[in-house]
């Protein structure tokens, strides 16, 4: 009799649990820029093509209506040769994301982490096809661990908060 009390109010809590939801209402393209200020000079002196990459990766989210949220992958790729900017492509991925039923604890990691690993492949979809374009070889960008970028933002984020005040 014990064992069918303890499954009952087991069924009772999990309905009283909101329904989670998650759905993926629209990725599309928020911005991009593709700068090439060595142009054509650059394919004429370098025939050695031995770049250095810079890649910088940043997100923002933000909550508009009805548990919709926005989430923005901005992905800036600097190409130099020695001194010299070869290319520069900045791409602001974004999405569009039904979201519901979730905590706020997990809420931050799902717009944090989740959101901007659907939308890299997207992303270096848009960088590669814009640096081919502008005539350079293929750049191929590496997977990227949202969730170990969103651990230290959270663990940054900690460290420069102020200290609570103690003093009564």
């Known amino acids: 009799m014990a064992d069918e009390e303890s499954t ?3 069924e009772a809590a999990a309905s009283d649990a909101p329904e989670q939801i998650f759905k993926i209402q629209r990725i599309y393209l928020k911005d991009v820029s593709y700068e090439s200020p060595q142009s054509p000079k650059v394919f ?7 770049p250095q990459v810079s890649l910088h990766l940043n997100t923002e989210s933000s909550k508009l209506e009805n548990d919709l949220y926005e989430s923005v992958l901005t992905v800036t790729a600097t190409v ?5 900017t070869a290319y520069l492509t900045e791409v602001k991925q974004a999405g569009l994301f039904l979201i519901k039923g979730f905590s706020k604890d997990r809420l931050g ?3 944090g982490s989740f959101c901007p690993n659907l939308l890299f ?5 848009a960088v590669g096809s814009l640096v081919q374009k502008g005539g350079f070889p293929q750049l191929l960008l590496d997977p990227v661990n949202f969730d170990a970028l969103y651990a230290q933002h959270l ?6 908060a102020p200290a609570p005040d103690t003093q009564q």
């Open 8 to 10: 009952t109010n087991s």
């Open 44 to 50: 004429a002196t370098n025939v050695n093509w031995q």
């Open 80 to 84: 130099k040769l020695g001194e010299e």
């Open 109 to 111: 990691p799902m717009l």
């Open 121 to 125: 492949p997207f992303a270096r979809e």
């Open 155 to 160: 663990e940054a984020s900690k460290q420069n």
